[in-house]
């Protein structure tokens, strides 16, 4: 005979007992850490315990979290006491995993799968096997511990965010990580003074660069912290088609005004980087938009004309010199990069196949060239200005081919081809909201393709973030077995 069924008396009895034994176990932890600390009191014990028990508890919440640390490097490098392992983009993302591991053993939830994850898993084998394929063992080993905080993230929103209002939440995420660094942006360039560094060279300051723009002209370039104004142009330009889907998608005035609001936000960081490359970008997304008939091209093209015709009076100064004038393109980085690309290509011709290893572009670099630009490397190696790993190759297939070699090359494009037809698949099969979701990371990815012409940029997680959010989009359209409340099936 069956056992009775607890009344909902004992459950709530049941309940209260264990939330008290939670705190009671919290408060312990606390006392006995001020007590081994010498008696200094430990603020934050209880309210970040508290919060580990909240991310847990509703692993969205550490999601959220994860994303904004993880677009944003400055948030994401700060790490109480100098202490690494405390950044906050690896605490947050640890107790994510943590917390989607508890979900998934409790509801016996299956991993997201997607087509695209088996050229990634072969990608992913080959970092792995870089200390053995490649001469450099040391450094194969830190990518090997830099491209698992990449994927990490990708994995974790892949199988949380596998319901409409996950999927949603995730996408908002995004939006206001790429918000917050746009107005990051605005206040280093408004703000020149502002100087702020929470270590691995992140921080929030403008770069001034002068000496090759006509009559000495010096520029502000912003960085949004990212650390790098070329990085964050291709961050604002990966998040910017997501505006069309928030305008498309939703017909409240103030999400259209906000939407609205963004896209200029986006746009103006791209212009205060003073980066090209992202103008390629978000050229192709455009393009793809209006083949896709989510902006109309008239529009688009009036829009084109106002803004070439007045920009000499809007454009901030040194822009146009910066990107037309014969001085720079004489004396700027224009002739470093046909110098750094052919390197690159030297480098692929002596080890296509397997490749040289992870950041072995800069010492390679330095050990073929005698040109002016390589012995100025060496000496900023020497006196450890600029380590000589920091240079790459300033083109995400170039770069990847000389650390990786064509066996990692193939697969990461392979990767970056299928989310395409994935998101197409979504799109084609989906509801209304998810398949303008779905054009719209289209258009971040092709964008964020096109900047990888100009800049190893395989290593911002806005990537990796949105192809998580690719694979979860298409589990909530496609359905997944013993998906529970709100995953679609297309039909």
Known sequence: MAEPLPSSGAARATLAWRTLSGWGAMLALAIGLTVVSGGRPVLFAVPGLVFAVAVVAAPLLGLVLTVITHIIWLLGAYAPGGIGLLALSKVFTGLTFVAWLHAALRDHKALTYAPHMLALALFVLVVVLGPVLTPAFEDSIIGIGKYAMMVLPYFLVANLATSRRAVRVTAIAISA????????????????????????????????EGGTLEGGLAIKRVTGGIGDANWFSYTMATALPLCVYWFLAYRSFWIRLLAVGMALLFAVGIVLSY??????????????????????????VLLAVVLGATAPAWLPAGFLDRFFSEKYLREGSTPMRREIFGMAVDLISKRPVLGHGYQQFGPQFIKNSRTEMGLEWERRDEDGSEPARLLRAHNLYLDVWVMHGLVGLLPLVMMFL???????QVAGAGPPEEAELAIALMACLISF????????????KIFWIIAGLAAGLR???FGSGGEGDGTLTAR
């Not at 918000?179 to 929470?198: I, Q, R, S």
């Not at 299928?418 to 197409?424: D, F, P, V």
């Open 177 to 208: 990580a790429a918000t917050l660094a746009g107005l990051l942006a605005l206040v280093e360039f408004f703000l020149p003074g502002t100087d702020l560094n929470f270590g691995q060279g992140i921080g929030l300051g403008a770069h001034f």
């Open 275 to 300: 980066t090209r490359t992202p103008l390629l970008g978000l050229a192709g997304a455009i393009v793809f938009l209006v083949w896709k008939r989510r902006i109309p091209l008239v529009p688009v």
């Open 418 to 424: 299928l989310l395409l037809r994935e998101l197409n």
């Open 449 to 460: 393709y096109l900047c990888g012409m100009g800049g190893h940029s395989q290593e911002l």
């Open 475 to 477: 589990r909530v359209v």
